[in-house]
């Protein structure tokens, strides 16, 4: 008997029995993850982490630490210590009443995390997971537009320290009459000089030390791949950039203190080749409750095109020493 929650492909190749209001809270079969210190060294190199940042480099330092936006690959990475088939693992889960997404019509759209407590520098002693939900499934017509919630958690304590978000889109997978979803905040950025930039040149190997970190995509190394997706070739991972501006944000704004991190995010708007130079525009908006409000875009410097936009971040205004 074919389950009433699971659309059915019919003769035309579109679905039957699609309710996107069914995949709302879903709840994702937990993920299981581990990483040890030389992930973390590794994850700071590849975001280009700088010698004056050392705590983030080496592993001997008194306040040795993981960046802070460290956890959002261990949804990739599991609990791998060798590298794997990427497009195998991809396969979708069932989500109710949801179509499958085509992985190869579907773009990463958004990122967000919120750093709920610093993580440790490696999970020796702990029991991680990654438990994520769906917030809701809509339909733009042209697109479908899934959005996600995921959350480390420490099994053996239920601490939780990080809650991700993400919103992914299925180009050409919509049209069934769903729900159109909220209207996304635009982030507004002052009409002024930034209050601060962050530039840095990636290489042609910028995006194949970041796949080490556990996204193995072959859009990310093989130009073929590349091209066979529309591209020029090769593109450097939208994470690889978003985690380069997150690096760049604590670091002109933050004074490199992982502590001070509390949120974060961006969208993705332009995809990035490797060799080109990312310059992170910021500019401190508010102040409240201790916290620094922060917005800032990314642009590639070779021609000014947006690679993110939407960025936001929230700083904790307390001072460490490092």
Not at 103 to 121: C, F, M, T, W, Y
Not at 252 to 271: H, I, Q, W
Not at 310 to 320: D, S, W
Request: with cysteine; glycine share 10%.
């Amino acid at each position: 008997m074919v389950s009433t929650d699971k659309p059915v492909k019919n003769a035309s190749g579109r679905y039957d029995n699609v309710d996107f209001h069914k995949a709302a809270d879903y709840q994702y079969p937990p993920i299981k993850c581990s990483y040890n210190r030389r992930d973390v060294l590794l994850f700071a190199n590849a975001i280009g982490v700088e010698k004056d940042e050392i705590h983030f480099l080496y592993e001997l330092h008194p306040r040795f630490a993981a960046f802070p936006t460290f956890p959002i690959n261990l949804a990739f990475k599991q609990t791998d210590q060798d590298v794997f088939d990427f497009i195998a693992r991809t396969i979708n889960v069932d989500v109710p009443g949801v179509p499958p997404f085509d992985p190869q019509r579907s773009v990463d759209g958004e990122r967000g995390i919120e750093i709920l407590q610093q993580i440790p520098v490696s999970s020796d002693g702990l029991d991680l997971e990654i438990r994520g939900k769906v917030i809701g499934v809509y339909d733009k017509g042209g697109a479908m537009i899934m959005e996600a919630e995921q959350v480390l958690v420490d099994k053996k304590t239920d601490t939780a320290y990080t809650r991700m978000t993400s919103t992914a889109f299925g180009i050409g997978q919509g049209g069934y009459n769903g729900p159109r979803g909220p209207s996304k905040p635009i982030v507004l950025l002052p009409d002024r000089q930034p209050d601060a930039r962050h530039i840095i040149k990636t290489t042609p190997e910028t995006a194949l030390l970041y796949r080490l970190c556990g996204d193995y995509n072959p859009l990310h190394a093989d130009e073929a791949f590349g091209q066979q997706a529309g591209f020029k070739g090769s593109i450097l991972h939208g994470l690889c950039t978003w985690n380069m501006a997150a690096h760049g944000v604590l670091k002109k704004l933050g004074a490199s203190d992982p502590e001070r991190l509390k949120a974060y995010g961006a969208r993705f708007k332009n995809v990035v080749y490797p060799g080109e130079t990312l310059e992170t525009r910021m500019w401190i908006v508010g102040n409240e409750r201790g916290f620094d409000s922060i917005v800032f875009e990314t642009v590639v410097k070779e021609d000014g095109r947006v690679a993110l936009s939407n960025g936001y971040a929230e700083i904790c205004q307390k001072k460490n020493k490092l």
